[in-house]
């Protein structure tokens, strides 16, 4: 059975760390370059973080440059976003995606996607 879980969601206070993961079960996410998406209440949804299918391109949205990290976990079918020094502003629903392809790291259209994440919420605020 194909299934796709994501965790590691939460209330954080601002400065705060989390850490995200989707892992599968029954395929091997490695077959696959991910996205992580971000929609926030009343934001159009954004893609805050690409990985190619190997890891070696990234891309992140210029609002989390230098504090979320995207990685991928091989042996554990894992992809990760590692959250730091987080702010109100990275608040919203985050939601993994696939597309079926090497590279990540160019703008797509929802069609492009093969997988999509139930989302997991995160909260910033004091």
């Known amino acids: 059975q194909l299934q796709l879980v994501e965790s590691g969601g939460g209330l954080v206070q601002p400065g705060g760390s989390l850490k995200l993961s989707c892992t599968a079960s029954?395929?091997?996410?490695?077959?696959?370059?991910v996205s992580w998406f971000r929609q926030a209440p009343g934001k159009e949804r954004e893609a805050v973080s690409r990985?190619?299918?190997?890891?070696?391109?990234?891309?992140?949205?210029?609002?989390?440059?230098?504090r979320f990290n995207i990685s991928r976990d091989k042996a554990k079918n894992t992809v990760a976003l590692q959250m730091k020094s987080l702010k109100p502003e990275d608040a919203g629903v985050y939601c993994y995606a696939s597309r079926e392809a090497y590279y990540c790291?160019?703008?797509?259209?929802?069609?492009?996607?093969?997988?999509w994440g139930q989302g997991t919420q995160v909260a910033v605020s004091s």
């Open positions: 790291c160019d703008d797509y259209g929802s069609g492009a996607y093969v997988q």
């Open positions: 029954g395929f091997t996410l490695a077959s696959y370059a």
């Open positions: 990985i190619s299918r190997v890891g070696n391109f990234r891309k992140y949205v210029d609002s989390v440059k230098g």
